[in-house]
């Protein structure tokens, strides 16, 4: 009788232990005061964290610069009543008047937020979506996803999307290149980097011209192995970053005249990701090295009108050291301060660090999964449309 | 502090349990519990060799059947110390980690030869079906024999999957069972087992079964206000979740007088489809995999003097596996790779005297990896182990210590576009000792204090050092060192209301070092990206009780509880330790706390089989933030069997609800499992 008495007790001991479920709850944002807060003529700033692939957890964080506050993983309380929340993998985000538009790649989508309550207005359905540019009342969307042909021979090519804000709808397409990732509006035409990513080892090189008023592509120039990001300055230079093979062709920043037609530089710098800001282009290159099986880290300020690199530093107090992946940059040209996005594993939370125009470090805090992109949010729409450039 | 009383409560009732068994007469007759074991035992073995210094967890015979379970993968879920990674559905993947030392430190044996596969070092035992299994042992550390081959040394853990060994009834030449499997997911499964007696001392086994599933279920989606209102709720059906499934099975068994001898092929074939992640706006995936593994592998163990016995084994495989994903909006991918391995053994010991024996045994073993990806390396390896093994017993005291030479030579090119830019070898050769204690102080009472350690390593993988793009072949071996102290108690009566009962305790801190993470990457589940991250410190607590009753003499209970208890930690980077940092984190979907529960009660031809699965909060990666918590799931299963006597044949119908409150649960973050669902079970035995 005792045995089965402390059998009982026992299995009593183990339904105790056993924690229960609950219902899932919808994440409240976490408001961490980061700094003192400061007048700035822009309210404040979005981040885009891509999340690890699968894992649904692309999320969106806030930063203003009013109160100082960083709020992170925001999207949800916003938006309460869409499932499975913001989608798998962010990869772009971007401010067109007074909305927000994220490029979710996995959920093939793109989500449109009102900008200053992140709001869900609706979404853009583009399967593989990766960049997004605005002209005139249309979105411009790259799609690593061709038209679904039954071919064995079939060969993947991209497309553009053009979208119209208005209605939220794909109104044409445009086939470009292999697996397009960058773009840019200047001109007249819309350029567009084909990448060729799936296509491994035979990578694209070449930039697609599209025509902003026939919407056709005229011509593809050919830069450089596995192309990336695009950035127009005002003197009519293209840069082009290409990401290199991995294997013996190392990335690299090329800069092309759009009015003589040609390529006019090649910068010999390493470049995962960059901004412009005043005539400056901040990069950051991570390098995997095949040989010593090691990521190399370089950080860059090349000068946009004299096409050479100004400095080979960014960070000037040794915070550099503690970034272990850098993976996006972003820099206000009202105040000079530089932002830096750490993915550090691609598991766990990244970071983000806000540097002094001196590459001083100000303040740094915990963000979602892979941080990566950053877009200004003020009321003077001029403004923003150069300082999210 | 939940802990320590638990511990305490167990504590408690083993010390109670003892007094009470003071009392009572002191019987070794094997219970109903292990009266299947016992029996096999006996027509394996001429003679028992050297006992276990640890003994095994066991699922066996009839109680394994009784486990609602449809693969080895579900029936391991009932031992103590081992978690499943499961994709979910029929044909999603399914592997196993023991204490948390990753699925690759764990070594799969099926009839007493390793499972390879150079490639992941992943055994999905979601392939392995239940029909043709008679038992599963679960080993912590090695199995505590020493007569085995030099591959049985060299895992963190071992699961020893034991094929049905033919037996006939007095007179009979022939036994023939058909089984027919359907329920929920659409699925079809009927079997087929062909026994023959063809001499006094050969027999023949034939097994094949077909499995046909359409892996659809409902699962939903819902998150609540903190209020505990709904915020959003979605359901829906689980799509490319097919199987189609075919193994053949074929085995000689026989002896002599001097020994005995078993050959086997097996041949599995089939296409699924991979279900993929929930994610939003992706409902439906198209990815599909085809398996087509064959092997053949024999043994040969002989006594070859009065001291001196041998056993050989050989073993060659080859798997083919093939990956497509036909989606055109996302990389198409059509991807093949072949296995091979060659395998072959010889296992010698030496018994000194009465009470000490030595083993030395040698393997070697080839492997091969060829695929259609690009830049591809083709790697080789030659692995040759030399296992120096003793074993000693003294009074109440058995030992046995182990040492393992470790010899690999992987041979690969470099190759881009075509070319072939360099020929590369590697070689590699490691130590790694292992000792197991066991203690009986008192000889009037089965109570054993059990102590072992053990050093080993795993390779990387050949998809971990040379898949394109993602391998890294500077990986170093992933190592894992297991301390272990621990008791059992065990009793046995015919007479006593309590007919059996087992009770074990055991603590174990382990730390795994230059750790291999996999996670998942794109869109195929076998496609990872490979990180060396560093150290894991595991200090866990697993206990077990197992009580079979005889409550009328025609009414039997029978129960097993396992509890466990892990802290598993992240200790790879010191500098990693603020907001959000990852030091001291429990790693990804390790629960602090996991258990099970199953009874039995057995009427006549009667079966009623209860069984109970817990796994507490766990996170999926190392932060162990909000945004990585995944919840606690626990599931009930019942299942009900009948048996009919049929003249000289029998037919036994079962039928079996799982998930009885049809749970919405994830094991693996946005991969629904399925709710409650049915299944009916036909068996007929002529």
């Known amino acids: 009788m005792r045995l089965r008495h402390n059998i009982l007790l026992l299995m009593c001991a183990v339904a105790l232990l056993a924690g229960c479920r609950h219902d899932d709850v919808i994440f409240i944002p976490e408001e961490v005061s980061v700094t003192q807060p400061q007048y700035a003529e822009l309210y404040g700033f979005y981040l885009l964290n891509e999340g690890t692939m699968n894992y649904n957890n692309s999320s969106l964080d806030y930063y203003d610069f009013s109160t100082g506050i960083y709020s992170r993983n925001i999207y949800a309380s916003a938006n309460p009543d869409v499932p499975m929340e913001l989608g798998d993998v962010g990869n772009d985000i971007a401010i067109y008047g007074s909305r927000l538009y994220a490029v979710i790649n996995c959920s093939n989508k793109v989500e449109v937020m009102d900008a200053r309550t992140t709001r869900r207005i609706g979404q853009v359905d583009i399967p593989n979506c990766r960049y997004i540019k605005f002209h005139k009342g249309f979105a411009y969307v790259t799609s690593y996803a061709g038209e679904v042909i039954i071919d064995p021979n079939y060969e993947q090519t991209g497309y553009v999307a053009k979208v119209d804000t208005a209605t939220l709808q794909v109104v044409a397409r445009c086939e470009v290149g292999f697996q397009p990732d960058g773009i840019e509006i200047s001109e007249g035409k819309i350029f567009v980097a084909n990448s060729g990513g799936y296509m491994v080892p035979n990578y694209e090189n070449t930039i697609s011209v599209i025509d902003l008023e026939t919407f056709r592509e005229e011509e593809r120039i050919p830069i450089a192995k596995n192309l990336h990001r695009l950035i127009q300055d005002k003197r009519g230079i293209l840069w082009i970053s290409a990401r290199g093979d991995y294997y013996t062709e190392q990335s690299d920043i090329y800069a092309y005249d759009i009015r003589k037609h040609r390529l006019v530089k090649r910068m010999d710098c390493r470049v995962s990701n960059w901004c412009a800001c005043d005539d400056k282009l901040y990069v950051i290159g991570t390098e995997f090295d095949m040989m010593t099986m090691r990521n190399t880290i370089s950080w860059n300020v090349i000068d946009m009108n004299k096409m050479e690199i100004l400095s080979e530093k960014i960070i000037n107090d040794g915070t550099e050291e503690e970034i272990i992946m850098p993976y996006g940059i972003k820099v206000n040209s009202l105040t000079k301060d530089i932002y830096v996005l750490d993915a550090r594993d691609y598991r766990n939370p990244g970071r983000l660090y806000c540097f002094d125009s001196y590459g001083m470090l100000k303040w740094k805090i915990r963000t979602g999964i892979i941080p990566a992109h950053i877009v200004f949010w003020g009321n003077n729409s001029n403004n923003l449309t150069n300082l999210n450039n | ?686």
């Open chain 2, 1 to 686: 502090m939940r802990v320590t009383r638990l511990l305490f409560l167990l504590l408690s009732s083993v010390l109670t349990v003892l007094c009470a068994g003071a009392q009572d007469s002191v019987s070794h007759v094997a219970s109903r519990l292990d009266s299947m074991q016992y029996l096999s035992n006996v027509t394996v073995y001429a003679t028992r060799p050297y006992a276990e210094v640890i003994p095994a967890q066991t699922l066996s015979g009839r109680q394994l059947e009784r486990l609602n379970s449809h693969s080895v993968a579900d029936a391991v879920r009932y031992f103590a110390g081992v978690q499943l990674k499961d994709y979910g559905g029929v044909g999603g993947i399914k592997t196993v980690d023991m204490r948390s030392m990753g699925s690759n430190h764990m070594g799969v044996f099926y009839d007493g030869i390793q499972l390879g596969n150079a490639q992941n070092g992943q055994i999905d035992l979601g392939k392995f079906s239940l029909d043709n299994i008679e038992e599963i042992a679960l080993y912590n550390g090695q199995k505590s024999e020493i007569f085995q081959p030099a591959r049985d040394f060299g895992s963190a853990g071992s699961i020893y999957l034991r094929t049905r060994r033919p037996s006939f009834a007095d007179g009979k030449r022939h036994n023939l069972n058909v089984t027919f499997r359907t329920g929920s997911f659409g699925l079809a499964n009927p079997s087929l087992r062909w026994e023959w007696k063809a001499g006094e001392r050969v027999s023949v086994a034939l097994n094949a079964e077909y499995t046909y599933a359409t892996g659809r279920y409902r699962f939903r989606y819902h998150k609540v206000f903190s209020d505990g209102t709904l915020a959003w709720d979605t359901t829906a059906v689980r799509q490319n979740g097919d199987l189609n499934s075919l193994r053949l099975e074929a085995t000689v068994f026989g002896h002599n007088d001097r020994g005995l001898w078993n050959a086997k092929a097996y041949f599995y074939d089939s296409e699924r489809g991979i279900p993929g992640a929930i994610i939003n706006n992706v409902w439906k995936a198209s990815q599909r995999q085809w398996d087509r593994n064959f092997f053949a592998q024999g043994r040969y163990q002989t006594r070859v003097t009065r001291r001196y016995e041998l056993m050989v084994n050989a073993k060659y495989a080859r798997d083919y596996m093939r990956y497509l994903n036909p989606d055109t909006t996302l990389m198409y991918l059509d991807n093949k790779f072949w296995q091979d391995e060659a395998y072959l053994s010889a296992a010698n010991k030496v018994n000194l005297a009465d009470n000490w024996d030595v083993n030395l045994s040698v393997d070697y073993k080839w492997n091969y990896l060829n695929s259609t990806l690009k830049n591809f390396s083709y790697p080789t390896r030659h692995t040759l182990l030399t296992a120096l093994a003793t074993a000693y017993t003294i009074g109440g005291l058995k030992a046995q210590a182990s040492l393992l030479y470790t010899l690999v030579n992987d041979r690969y090119s470099s190759r881009y576009n075509g070319d072939v830019l360099a020929r590369h070898s590697k070689s590699l050769n490691k130590w790694t000792p292992a000792v197991f204690l066991s203690y009986r102080p008192m000889a009037a009472h089965d109570l054993n204090i059990r102590a072992f350690y053990k050093k080993i390593f795993r390779m990387p993988t050949f998809n971990d050092l040379y898949y394109t793009d993602i391998g890294n072949a500077s990986l170093n071996p992933e190592y894992a060192h297991q301390w272990n102290v621990g008791l059992q108690y065990q009793r046995m009566s015919d007479t006593d209301f309590v007919s059996a009962l087992r009770l074990t305790a055991d603590a174990y801190y382990n730390r795994v070092t230059d750790k291999i993470i996999a996670i998942p990457k794109g869109n195929g589940q076998y496609r990872w990206m490979m990180m060396n991250i560093g150290t894991v410190k595991i200090r866990g607590i697993d206990l077990t009780a197992r009580i079979a009753m005889r409550l009328t003499r025609e009414l039997s209970l029978n129960g097993t509880l396992n509890y466990t208890y892990q802290r598993a930690q992240d200790y790879t980077d010191p500098t990693d330790t603020g907001d959000g940092g990852t030091y001291r984190g429990q790693i990804a979907y390790i629960p602090w706390r996991s258990g099970s529960a199953v009874a039995h009660l057995g009427w006549r031809d009667l079966d009623v089989n209860y069984s109970f699965i817990y796994v507490g909060e766990r996170y999926h990666d190392s932060a162990n933030t909000r945004e990585q918590y995944e919840q606690p799931w626990y599931t009930h299963d019942l299942s009900a069997s009948y048996r009919l006597r049929l003249g000289k044949t029998s037919l036994r119908v079962t039928c079996e609800v799982n998930n009885v409150f049809n749970q919405q649960y994830d094991v693996i973050h946005n991969y629904p499992m399925p709710g409650r669902n049915y299944k009916l079970i036909l068996k007929y035995d002529i």
